[in-house]
């Protein structure tokens, strides 16, 4: 299983961001804060240990808000917690995401390393001031290219740094292929294990989406778009960062082991306010709200919890194998479904394979990096696809029947 813990916690909101977080105020009320949170995760923690029995745990990840912002001591009762509860596996990746700012002014670092944090993912996002401003983000160029420091001289195995693409430009100009190249080459100069590189989508009523609906700011266009991608994957590879999936990019062997669990299916256990859990056809999300979800912890309270039936689950493998340069595995289509996935989607297969969008290879189906651009189309063609087959047969579980 892999273990989620949500940190809701952030010093400002940034321009483009939507994500459910609560600004984490300094001094006392901060630490009563913190010091709230951090009981009702515990209690959440143990409460699905009680359900789940002391099932193997091979991941666990911060993720946020900013984790980043936990004193030390945090991090490690929670992992402390979390070896109690679960079996957590002697290797497991502990991956924690850090802002730089909050980086460089706590003992986070040397504490978490200490409590066994083995993989930092920094969010640089970008290494030019200015469009840091634009970004609203809390740090500098300067500060990003320090935490990048902190984190290899305080002992992390592993080193990821996100960065976003697409940023809009300023006074009706659109940003260059050029930009973008030359910031993936001073975050690959930083020598990370891992590149997190993902296209900036503001969404809406964020300050930049208003920004970009008055024509303050420009987007690239998707013709533009398309070609930075391209270029962008390109040149990761010739420095050495494989594309694994979509968006991300790792030397050999430093593939996030979390996320790649998600794409591959695995059960997963989210703990904190907004964090969902899938653990087999179950899925819950808990309350996007630090006080209802603490408030929730104290009376037991389960969020609302939906049964995945075949079709979805099956839909889900698609979509989640094909986000990944492994892509779907025949074999494990016929273990889900009990049908060929090569037969059953012959057409669609040789008309994306025509065009130069997707391909096989040792018994599985994968999409190209020009597929991965319009995936979304793909996917939703494979969807009518296969609930056309249900419909015809008129049985919801006849994705599961043999063919
Ligand atoms: S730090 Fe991350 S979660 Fe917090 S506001 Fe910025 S983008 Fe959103």
Known sequence: MLLYVHVPFCRSKCAYCSFYSVPLPQGAA??????????????????????????????????????????????????????????VAADAEISLEANPESLLLSDLPREARKAGVNRLSIGVQSLDDAELAMLGRAHGSRAARTAVDVARATGFASVNLDVLWGLPGRGGRAPSQMRLLALLKDVADLQPDHI?????????????????????????????????????????????????????????????????????GKDYLGLGPSATSTLGNRRFTNPADLAGWIAATKRDAEPPCEHLDAVTRLEEMLMLRLRTTAGLSFAEWRRASGRSFPADFAAVIALLRREGLAGMRKGSFFLTRTGMLVSDAIIARFFADLRARVALSGRPDAARSPG
């Not at 009702?40 to 409460?47: D, F, Y």
């Not at 420095?239 to 991300?248: A, D, I, K």
């Open 196 to 264: 997190s590189a993902y296209e900036l989508t503001p969404e809406q009523g964020t300050p930049l989406a208003e920004a970009l609906e008055k024509g303050e700011l420009v987007r690239p266009g998707e013709k533009a778009s398309a070609s930075m991608y391209l270029a962008g994957a390109e040149y990761l590879e010739s420095r050495g960062f494989l594309q694994y999936e979509v968006s991300n990019f790792a030397r050999l062997g430093f593939a996030c082991r979390h996320n790649l669990g998600y794409w591959q």
């Open 30 to 87: 901060g630490e009563a804060m913190l010091k709230s949170y951090l009981a009702a995760l515990l209690r959440e923690m143990r409460r699905r240990a009680a359900q789940c029995g002391r099932v193997s745990v091979e991941t666990v990840f911060f993720g946020g808000g900013t984790p980043s912002l936990l004193p030390g001591r945090a991090v490690a009762g929670i992992l402390d917690e979390a070896r109690r509860s679960f079996d």
